[in-house]
């Protein structure tokens, strides 16, 4: 089983930038897909970005889409969530996730948190106006 340790979270003005890292432990995170996903007050948690195992593929939610940035890092078994130009709809507990396959299937799948099998504790993520 792997452990997920997001950090990174904070307080920051609307336009402003955060880096999320996020660390496993227990096994090895290069062989599976990663994902980040956001849950607000209130909402469902939703889909930000997923990156391939190799790195080939990163898809976006479109509402992050040319603001985040998904990279990873095997050597170091980490997975980081570039955000910059955030506004205050992006509030939200962040959380990382490894997916339950190998290899991504169809938006269908990588979209849905029913298909990611360790979760870490989230951090928190408040984007003030």
């Known amino acids: 089983q792997v452990q997920l340790v997001e950090s990174g979270g904070g307080l920051v003005q609307a336009g402003g930038s955060l880096t999320l890292s996020c660390v496993a432990s227990g096994r090895t995170l290069s062989y599976y897909p990663v994902g980040w996903f956001r849950q607000a007050p209130g909402k469902e948690r939703e889909f930000v970005a997923v990156i391939s195992r190799t790195s080939r593929s990163t898809y976006y939610a479109d509402s992050v889409k040319g603001r985040f940035t998904i990279s990873r890092d095997n050597a170091k078994n980490t997975a980081v969530l570039q955000m910059n130009s955030l506004a205050p709809e992006d509030t939200a507990v962040y959380y990382c996730?490894?997916?339950?396959?190998?290899?991504?299937?169809?938006?269908?799948?990588?979209?849905?948190?029913?298909?990611?099998?360790?979760w870490g504790q989230g951090t928190q993520v408040t984007v003030s106006s």
């Open positions: 996730a490894k997916y339950n396959s190998p290899a991504l299937g169809g938006t269908t799948y990588y979209t849905e948190r029913h298909f990611y099998d360790s």
